[in-house]
């Protein structure tokens, strides 16, 4: 019978809360031994059977210890995954990878030297929303594609200048949050670009981080939008396609999160499913509009990946080299021109 990976979680705000503990408990490969937690609250009561430390040490140099996940602040990734890696552990780091394209290729050069896996959370890759667009334009619904806006808006704004991910630090703000994922389905779907343009900037009156961004790829005549902004107080669409055939349009994003954040655990074959009321829209030339169902989502599958790499020597999706290239386009971005 396989072993369980023995698992610690590193950071047990919001993401280590609603979008790591969760699977790693559920998958029965995963046994979520250690929760660190510095100011304890949470963790020993939703995971009773784990075993809660304050320091980053006692996991360390638990020779027991497999697998590190890091749902750290994102400043601190690329010397907790160096630590990690060098105390013979394999490393599950939230996105961004890291901050600095020179950081994530060390991690690289040190992942291949220890023989220990490094796994980059791009969660969205599972997006049901995703792959449906994915679906579309595999199967040529739309016919020749001449551009897709890829949005992720919010209406907050009063800017929460206490919280870290809005602080004016670099490797914070809207940015490194939400570029991460909207570049990866970008560069899933297309590859990588032939030019750019890109407007990354503070928007809301006395934000100290980053909350705006609208980047355009150029795909020879094909553009492809990633945006994102704190001050759509209207819907916008999440997908936006438009081809030599019709038009398709999608609003609302994956329910996995929300189900998350009310505390539903992800199980059974209904997991991920989308209700049907949010599905996308296909408006043909023609003027015939066809509801196109989103197929459902799964980040199940990335724990999956995870245990299929470190057990059974897979490839992972997420390949380390995309995974460094990624963190270079997020740092080239974001300097000034």
Not at 105 to 114: E, G, I, S
Not at 128 to 142: A, E
Request: glycine residues 8%.
């Amino acid at each position: 019978m396989p072993v369980p990976i023995k698992t610690a979680l590193v950071g047990f705000g919001k993401a280590g809360m609603y979008l790591h503990a969760p699977f790693i408990h559920a998958d029965p490969d995963f046994h979520l031994a250690v929760i660190l937690e510095r100011t304890p609250r949470h963790a020993a009561q939703a995971y009773s059977t784990a075993k809660v430390v304050n320091t980053y040490e006692a996991i360390l140099e638990d020779s027991s210890i497999e697998l590190i996940v890091l749902a750290t602040p994102n400043h601190t990734h690329a010397a907790m995954a160096e630590q990690a890696l060098q105390a013979g552990k394999h490393v599950v780091v939230d996105k961004p990878f890291t901050i600095h394209a020179a950081d994530a290729k060390h991690l690289r050069t040190l992942a291949l030297k220890t023989g220990k896996h490094i796994c980059v959370y791009q969660n969205r890759r599972w997006d049901g929303d995703f792959l449906t667009v994915h679906d579309i334009l595999q199967k040529k619904l739309l016919g020749e594609i001449n551009s897709i806006e890829s949005r992720f808006d919010r209406y907050r704004p009063e800017p929460r200048i206490s919280y870290w991910k809005e602080s004016a630090a670099l490797g914070n703000g809207l940015w490194y949050d939400l570029g991460p994922h909207l570049m990866d389905q970008a560069f899933q779907l297309l590859g990588r670009p032939e030019s750019y343009t890109a407007i990354i900037k503070k928007q809301r009156p006395g934000a100290t981080g980053i909350d705006y961004f609208d980047v355009v790829f150029a795909y020879g005549k094909l553009t492809y939008r990633i945006h994102a902004g704190m001050l759509e107080q209207d819907p916008t669409p999440r997908w936006l396609i438009k081809g030599s055939k019709g038009t398709y349009m999608k609003f609302g994003t994956d329910p996995q999160e929300a189900c998350l954040n009310a505390g539903e655990l992800p199980a059974g074959i209904d997991w991920g499913k989308e209700d049907e009321r949010s599905y996308g829209v296909i408006t043909y030339k023609d003027g015939r509009v066809h509801t196109y169902p989103t197929q459902a989502g799964d980040y199940r599958k990335f724990y999956r990946n995870v245990y299929q790499a470190i057990r059974n020597q897979q490839p992972f999706p997420v390949t380390l080299d995309s995974a460094v290239e990624l963190v270079g386009w997020l740092e080239r971005l974001s300097q000034p021109e």
